[in-house]
């Protein structure tokens, strides 16, 4: 009976704690003594089972179970414990190469997103402080954003609560007509 001993830890725990959040290292020191305690296990155990006297018990048994005996011995040497094979290996290098595409993906757009802030970033910095800055230098900067003072005026401080209200609207000529009559026809009774 042969069996392979997997002892070794393919994990990076000193890249792991560079990279934990500080909130969460206690769980990963958990995890890395949890592991430890594991291989110390598997490493106190023999690498082989002992082995078996079988002669011992050929003469401890009864003449008619000789042959149990040696057919238990038979098998015990040919028995073999099937190690697993690593069937999900190419699969997770499958999924290794998608994500490592994803963060490629994601990065470039990241990148581009970055350069974006960067012009904007240059562009506010060569821009008039907003401190110094007129309404005219405003509508210059921010012609989108700007208030359009010739379809809908706005008074200093340009703030909604100063601006003046709108007027009620006008009633038609008709509307006057109709009101002039009925003061007419009050005013005859």
Same mark, same amino acid.
């Given at each position: ?6 002892? $070794? ?14 909130? /969460? ?31 011992? *018990? ?5 003449? &008619? ?7 238990? &011995?038979?098998?015990? $040497?040919?028995? /073999?414990?099937? *190690?697993?094979?690593?069937? *999900? ?6 999924? $290794?190469?998608?994500?490592? /595409?994803? #963060?490629?993906?994601?990065?470039a757009k990241s990148d581009a %997103?970055?350069?974006? *802030?960067? %012009?904007? #970033?240059?562009?506010? /910095?060569?821009?008039? =402080? ?14 989108? &954003? ?13 703030? =909604?609560?100063?601006?003046?209200? =709108? ?5 038609s000529e008709v509307d006057h ?5 009925? +003061?007419? +026809?009050?005013?005859?009774?």
């Open positions: 009976m042969s069996s392979k001993r997997v002892v $070794t830890t393919f994990v990076k725990y000193s890249e792991l704690f560079s990279r934990c959040p500080k909130e /969460q290292v206690m769980y990963l020191q958990q995890v890395n003594a949890k592991a430890k305690s594991y291989v110390e296990k598997i490493n106190s155990l023999p690498e082989e089972l002992p082995k078996i006297d079988w002669d011992f *018990y050929k003469s401890k048994v009864r003449p &008619e179970y000789v042959t149990m005996v040696e057919d238990f &011995e038979k098998k015990y $040497t040919e028995f /073999q414990v099937p *190690y697993p094979e690593n069937v *999900y290996e190419e699969e997770f290098e499958k999924m $290794t190469e998608e994500v490592k /595409q994803e #963060i490629c993906e994601y990065k %997103r970055i350069e974006d *802030y960067e %012009r904007k #970033i240059c562009y506010l /910095q060569e821009m008039v =402080p907003y401190d110094q800055m007129t309404m005219d230098d405003f509508v210059d900067a921010f012609p989108d &954003e700007a208030p359009d003072f010739i379809k809908r005026p706005t008074f200093w401080p340009h703030t =909604p609560d100063e601006q003046i209200k =709108p007027m009620p609207p006008v009633p007509k109709g009101s002039k009559e009925k +003061e007419l +026809e009050m005013d005859s009774t």
